[in-house]
């Protein structure tokens, strides 16, 4: 997400409808699911996307441990005349525990049209925030759900303090446009999920819309047939990390290392001044891989939308454009802004945290990056910078504590990206350039498709570096001081 406290400037340090219409619920036949994977061959090609689910500590109304979404298939039509969103979502799962019914996170304001699981009608309804589906699955077994839905999206509020925060999910607007930012929980405003960070899966997308609209989603783009736009994913995806959009969108396309096929997706006239960033993306990609290794993904781009903030979803970047103030104000964050969303390919996306207190896994990696970048940038030293990171440091720490377990009520705030960027410092001083790239690299490479939490990092940094790092992370992440 994008940082608040962005910009490091050159010679100074500066911070920069719900449908109204009740469920209607089929009869419900038995339904049960295959004792394990092994008895059910064709789910080997959602192999990828297990995962151990977790529940939340921090938001936990939100994801349930005991289902584990291997793929979502997602078929949507957009009607821009009536916003209303009508989808089919087939997901298949694995039990992760006995259940005696299947509880996902969907909104209240879709109408469920009908229910299967395994092939077999079952009843499903919402009550707050959850989908129930009635059906009893033993442990390790796998089932195909298919929920057929339609409604206006409606969005829940953002859980921070944030100056650029906007309600989370899919945002209908006056024009009948669609567009989401949904990190942690805004997914389940327009498809049924397990909306947690621990439970990642493979998705393919197809979306309809009417002529001269555009749909644009995250993952590898798969074609157009008609008005129906195509995407696939082969990395597994966090919830959080996938987008939507519909609108009146021109794209343009281009080239990053290696062949990587680029696309950006703008509003003619609405997006013109940030074009020029776009299309620097190749350069953004060709400094991290430098920093930390091959782009994980098999497409990249970034997607406009009418947005005060930025999102690092996985494959297509979800980019608005803040008021930054000045000018040059504009040129240097939006810059930054960008190079951060693209360093959360690395770190958060191929890697994601299994749990919201390790947001700053996310964003401590991004945030750092974002600083060696723009320090190298704009000439800043790494006394100038440390000197004003741990006064910033200390502000944050006594206003929102420590970032190793931040408030429910105060979501992706400055903490959980200065304090562990800062953090990172004192490790790459200790080791060096060339020890804390091959860190960064293999951090990310190694991990890539899967969930990691504090003590994995800290295994894993001292099993890279040959030195025990563990009070040094710990003091760092959960002192209500900067430590010396």
């Given at each position: 997400?994008?940082?608040l406290i962005p910009l490091v400037l050159c010679g100074a340090?500066?911070?920069?409808?719900?449908?109204?219409?009740?469920?209607?619920?089929?009869?419900?036949?038995?339904?049960?699911?295959?004792?394990?994977?092994?008895?059910?061959?064709?789910?080997?090609?959602?192999?990828?996307?297990?995962?151990?689910?977790?529940?939340?500590?921090?938001?936990?109304?939100?994801?349930?441990?005991?289902?584990?979404?291997?793929?979502?298939?997602?078929?949507?039509?957009?009607?821009?005349?009536?916003?209303?969103?009508?989808?089919?979502?087939?997901?298949?799962?694995?039990?992760?525990?006995?259940?005696?019914?299947?509880?996902?996170?969907?909104?209240?304001?879709?109408?469920?049209?009908?229910?299967?699981?395994?092939?077999?009608?079952?009843?499903?309804?919402?009550?707050?925030?959850?989908?129930?589906?009635?059906?009893?699955?033993?442990?390790?077994?796998?089932?195909?759900?298919?929920?057929?839905?339609?409604?206006?999206?409606?969005?829940?509020?953002?859980?921070?303090?944030?100056?650029?925060?906007?309600?989370?999910?899919?945002?209908?607007?006056?024009?009948?446009?669609?567009?989401?930012?949904?990190e942690p929980y805004g997914a389940s405003t327009w498809y049924p999920s397990n909306d947690?960070?621990?439970?990642?899966?493979?998705?393919?997308?197809?979306?309809?819309?009417?002529?001269?609209?555009?749909?644009?989603?995250?993952?590898?783009?798969?074609?157009?047939?008609?008005?129906?736009?195509?995407?696939?994913?082969?990395?597994?995806?966090?919830?959080?990390?996938?987008?939507?959009?519909?609108?009146?969108?021109?794209?343009?396309?281009?080239?990053?290392?290696?062949?990587?096929?680029?696309?950006?997706?703008?509003?003619?006239?609405?997006?013109?001044?940030?074009?020029?960033?776009?299309?620097?993306?190749?350069?953004?990609?060709?400094?991290?891989?430098?920093?930390?290794?091959?782009?994980?993904?098999?497409?990249?781009?970034?997607?406009?939308?009418?947005?005060?903030?930025?999102?690092?979803?996985?494959?297509?970047?979800?980019?608005?454009?803040?008021?930054?103030?000045?000018?040059?104000?504009?040129?240097?964050?939006?810059?930054?802004?960008?190079?951060?969303?693209?360093?959360?390919?690395?770190?958060?996306?191929?890697?994601?945290?299994?749990?919201?207190?390790?947001?700053?896994?996310?964003?401590?990696?991004?945030?750092?990056?974002?600083?060696?970048?723009?320090?190298?940038?704009?000439?800043?030293?790494?006394?100038?910078?440390?000197?004003?990171?741990?006064?910033?440091?200390?502000?944050?720490?006594?206003?929102?504590?420590?970032?190793?377990?931040?408030?429910?009520?105060?979501?992706?705030?400055?903490?959980?990206?200065?304090?562990?960027?800062?953090?990172?410092?004192?490790?790459?001083?200790?080791?060096?350039?060339?020890?804390?790239?091959?860190?960064?690299?293999?951090?990310?490479?190694?991990?890539?498709?899967?969930?990691?939490?504090?003590?994995?990092?800290?295994?894993?940094?001292?099993?890279?570096?040959?030195?025990?790092?563990?009070?040094?992370?710990?003091?760092?992440?959960?002192?209500?001081?900067?430590?010396?």
């Amino acid at each position: 997400m994008r940082p608040l406290i962005p910009l490091v400037l050159c010679g100074a340090l500066a911070l920069g409808a719900c449908s109204g219409e009740e469920p209607k619920p089929a009869p419900t036949q038995a339904a049960t699911a295959s004792a394990s994977p092994s008895a059910n061959p064709e789910f080997d090609k959602y192999a990828a996307g297990r995962s151990t689910p977790v529940a939340d500590p921090v938001y936990p109304g939100y994801g349930n441990p005991g289902v584990d979404v291997l793929h979502y298939g997602l078929e949507l039509a957009w009607a821009p005349e009536t916003k209303v969103l009508t989808g089919t979502a087939t997901l298949q799962l694995r039990a992760a525990a006995d259940l005696s019914d299947v509880k996902l996170d969907f909104s209240k304001a879709y109408s469920i049209d009908g229910v299967t699981l395994n092939g077999a009608s079952v009843t499903g309804a919402v009550d707050g925030t959850k989908l129930t589906v009635a059906g009893k699955l033993a442990k390790d077994g796998l089932a195909e759900l298919v929920i057929r839905y339609h409604g206006t999206p409606t969005t829940v509020a953002m859980p921070s303090h944030r100056n650029d925060v906007e309600p989370l999910g899919l945002t209908v607007t006056k024009d009948g446009a669609l567009w989401t930012m949904q990190e942690p929980y805004g997914a389940s405003t327009w498809y049924p999920s397990n909306d947690q960070p621990s439970d990642k899966a493979l998705y393919d997308i197809s979306v309809s819309v009417p002529d001269g609209w555009s749909a644009i989603a995250g993952g590898t783009p798969k074609g157009k047939d008609g008005n129906l736009f195509r995407y696939s994913t082969t990395t597994p995806v966090a919830t959080y990390l996938t987008t939507l959009a519909v609108g009146k969108y021109k794209q343009e396309t281009g080239t990053g290392p290696g062949g990587l096929p680029l696309s950006y997706w703008y509003r003619p006239g609405a997006d013109d001044k940030a074009l020029p960033y776009l299309r620097k993306s190749p350069q953004y990609l060709d400094w991290l891989a430098k920093h930390f290794g091959p782009y994980p993904f098999d497409s990249a781009g970034v997607l406009m939308v009418p947005s005060a903030s930025g999102m690092e979803t996985q494959q297509m970047i979800t980019m608005g454009l803040p008021d930054y103030g000045s000018e040059a104000d504009f040129k240097r964050g939006f810059d930054a802004d960008l190079l951060h969303e693209y360093a959360h390919q690395w770190f958060g996306d191929a890697v994601t945290p299994t749990n919201w207190n390790d947001l700053w896994l996310n964003e401590g990696w991004a945030e750092y990056a974002q600083f060696l970048y723009t320090n190298e940038r704009d000439k800043v030293t790494d006394k100038q910078w440390e000197d004003w990171a741990r006064t910033t440091d200390a502000r944050l720490r006594k206003t929102l504590g420590p970032p190793g377990k931040p408030r429910a009520d105060s979501f992706a705030e400055s903490n959980v990206y200065i304090c562990p960027a800062l953090m990172l410092h004192q490790i790459h001083k200790q080791i060096g350039d060339e020890a804390f790239f091959a860190l960064g690299t293999d951090w990310a490479q190694k991990n890539r498709g899967t969930a990691q939490d504090r003590a994995s990092f800290i295994a894993f940094v001292n099993q890279h570096t040959g030195k025990d790092f563990t009070s040094l992370i710990n003091t760092w992440l959960d002192s209500p001081t900067t430590p010396k």
